[in-house]
């Protein structure tokens, strides 16, 4: 009944996504003072936990379980109710449908994960884990129903190959709503305390970003093979791009540069991976390592406490790469998926960009909303006298003795 080949082949793009998370908890526990370490990374680990509950609770349920309104799914399938390990997944028909569960799980766990490293130093645990669950409620689980469970973004002819507006556009710029709430940290320039625990998360990430696209074609096939090679062409040249102009205006190499650069080319390159060609997949890893470089400009000058560049990388990363997927996207690579402005689909082109919008949009005002009433129940920020040793304060352990 199933194809072992997949199977398997899912089953390791799961691991590789899962493996995301903890990356993202050592590129953000790098990036934040050796006193913040612990905070800020058990942010992004207890979303293993916290969302994997939510997930077999409501959460696959309300994703791909019917449909309300085009909008939200329904419960039909909560607590996994109904799920035999013999069913397969009927859009392809040749997996259990419990490991494309188990798949779309992992990217339910890291997509409110990203947005911790804007407010990195600012928030109580407490209300984070409020936030948490509540974000993936009204944020996270909509937006994955109408675009990949059937919902009217989906049906209406959006495309998202890996999540460019699922996850990168909803998180970064649900990360710059919660910067203009909680404020600006009492100490800005504070350092990075450990730029190779920065490298290893960020070679975690680029690693596990291959079962991200790749493994979103949910089969091996040659779309398969171009997505897995499209990302890691992006990232290289994002990388390169970023690593140039930091060169050019610092005028030295800046190792930190590079890893920023290929987590924009990674994050620009996920809606589009199984939808254009590999020069394409070049020149969009040229054009993230320079809008989001620009982007992270715009941040310093506007004065926006953005601590870890979520919304300059993964915002404005995943905004681009859907405008970049309406304008270069063809048939020739993916007859399933469309032709993007460059070859004649004008209206797929204006459908991302309306799509993006909505995205950028819902996700800003529902999660500036979201923290204001959180904030009326328990405090979300944390005092300024505590923001330089949240590790000690929040939680009673440090990473370095």
Known sequence: MFNTGNTAFMLLATSLVMLMTPGLAFF???????????????????????????????????????DVWGIIGNLNHAFLHGIKVTDVFSVN???PIIVFIAYQ??????????????????VKFKAYLVFLVFWQLLVYY??????WGGGFLQNWGVLDFAGGIVVHTTAGFAALASVLYVGKRKNRKMEPHS???????????WFGWYGFNAGSELKVDEITSIAFLNTDIAASFASITWLIIDWKRARKPKFLGFL??????LATITPAAGFVTLPVAALIGILAGIVCYLAVEVKVKRDWDDALDVWGVHGMGGFMGVIFLGLFATKSVNPNGANGLFYGGAGFFMKEIIAAVFAAVYAFVFTYIMLIIINKFTPVTVKKQEQEHLDESLHGEDAYI
Not at 38 to 54: A, H, N, R, W
Not at 105 to 122: E, K, S, V
Not at 142 to 147: E, K, L, N, W, Y
């Open 93 to 95: 028909d040749n997996i």
């Open 195 to 205: 730029i190779p625990l920065v490298a290893l998360g960020t070679a975690l990430l």
């Open 260 to 265: 920023t650069g290929a987590v924009a080319g």
């Open 105 to 122: 799980m992992m990217f339910a766990i890291i997509t409110p994960a990203l947005i911790t490293g804007a407010f990195a130093d600012r």
């Open 142 to 147: 909509p937006f994955t129903h109408m675009v």
């Open 28 to 66: 953000y526990g790098g990036l934040v003072g050796r006193k913040n370490t612990l905070s800020i990374m058990m942010q992004s680990f207890v979303s293993l936990g916290v969302t994997t509950i939510m997930w077999f609770a409501v959460g696959y349920s309300l994703s791909f379980s019917g």
